[in-house]
């Protein structure tokens, strides 16, 4: 009985979006506190607005040009199924999967 529930298609489904939350959260916490520690004094001596700057500038940097993509493909490897791809960008197909004249 339990293989036929764990075969199911979906049975895991919320799986991916959790471990993908916690390790995103994990490493933006950590991106946050390693500006904090090591430039603390300097960030304390800014204003508000300067120092969220500062912080939200490095942390989506990081996390959307490093970390999202590692992670995502090593849920997707942890999951089972390859990871989603940006769709091409290239030629149009046509409908026999070839390259179509355009």
């Known amino acids: ?16 979006p959790v471990a993908t939350t916690v390790g995103a959260w994990l490493v933006a916490f950590l991106v946050v506190t390693s500006p904090l520690s090591v ?3 300097e960030l304390g001596s800014l204003s508000l607005m300067p120092r969220a700057a500062v912080i939200s500038g490095v942390l989506v940097a990081f996390m ?7 992670l995502s493909a090593a849920v997707a490897h942890w999951m089972g ?22």
């Open 64 to 70: 959307v040009n490093v970390v999202m993509p590692v």
């Open 81 to 102: 199924r390859p990871p989603q791809t940006r769709p091409d960008a290239g030629r149009p197909r046509t409908t026999s999967g070839e390259e179509g004249r355009a």
């Open 39 to 41: 430039f603390g004094d």
């Open 1 to 16: 009985m339990r293989e036929y529930i764990d075969n199911r298609p979906g049975a895991r489904r919320w799986l991916a």
